[in-house]
């Protein structure tokens, strides 16, 4: 079965420090990829997507991923975090062709320090 | 920008009881969807819909859960006897192609004493 395993369940960052967070998923075929982010008291937003072409993507809010086939990862990097950035962030995949469900990974909280 | 709306934000209920959750997709978008997160545990796929039927579901999905769309607008999850462990945040999404990003909505959260 397919399945997405995010790394990190809780990180603190001080600001201006550089985030990474990782994202593995299992599954052989073709997928799309997404990152969520959930900000305190909202709904789940999108942060950026790949689907295909170039494996390094930008989203919104300065955040960026990469995909790599060969590792079965999309990691999410800011160089820089803000105290705004604080929330839970999703990896998600959905394998191209199907039914458009979303497997999700267990989340990541993000706690960014003043 | 267009939303998905859910209400309501919190429904409390009976074990044994029904519950009908509610959702209001975005006015364009064609595929629809239910994901449950219960306390502490990944967001968890139910079911996905398309052209007023089911088009996957998952083993959570069983007699227990149905969806409608019962007109242009709202869609539906019913849960007809509610157990302790349905206990989680709903939330309802929808797009406008399969493969594309879903939109969600804020989420129910249900909770069955």
Known sequence: AQSVSQHNHHVILSEAASLELG??????????????VQYPGQHLQ???????????????????????????SFNLRKPSVQWSDTA??????????NTGKLIFGQGTTLQVKP | ???????????????????????????????FYWYRQILGQKVEFLVSFYNN????????????FSVER???????????????????????????????????GDGTRLSIL
């Open chain 2, 53 to 64: 039927e089911i088009s996957e579901k998952s083993e959570i999905f069983d007699d227990q």
């Open chain 2, 70 to 104: 019962p007109d242009g607008s709202n869609f539906t999850l019913k849960i007809r006897s509610t157990k302790l462990e349905d206990s989680a945040m709903y939330f309802c999404a929808s797009s406008e192609e399969a493969y594309q990003p879903q939109h969600f």
């Open chain 1, 88 to 97: 839970e962030y999703f990896c998600a995949v959905n394998v191209a062709g």
């Open chain 1, 46 to 72: 999108l942060l950026l997507k790949y689907f295909s072409g170039d494996p390094l993507v930008k989203g919104i809010k300065g955040f960026e991923a990469e995909f790599i086939k060969s590792k079965f």
């Open chain 1, 23 to 36: 994202c593995n998923y299992s599954y052989g075929g073709t997928v799309n990829l997404f990152w969520y």
């Open chain 2, 1 to 31: 920008e267009p939303e998905v709306t859910q209400t309501p934000s919190h429904q409390v209920t009976q074990m044994g009881q029904e519950v009908i959750l509610r959702c209001v997709p975005i006015s364009n978008h064609l595929y």
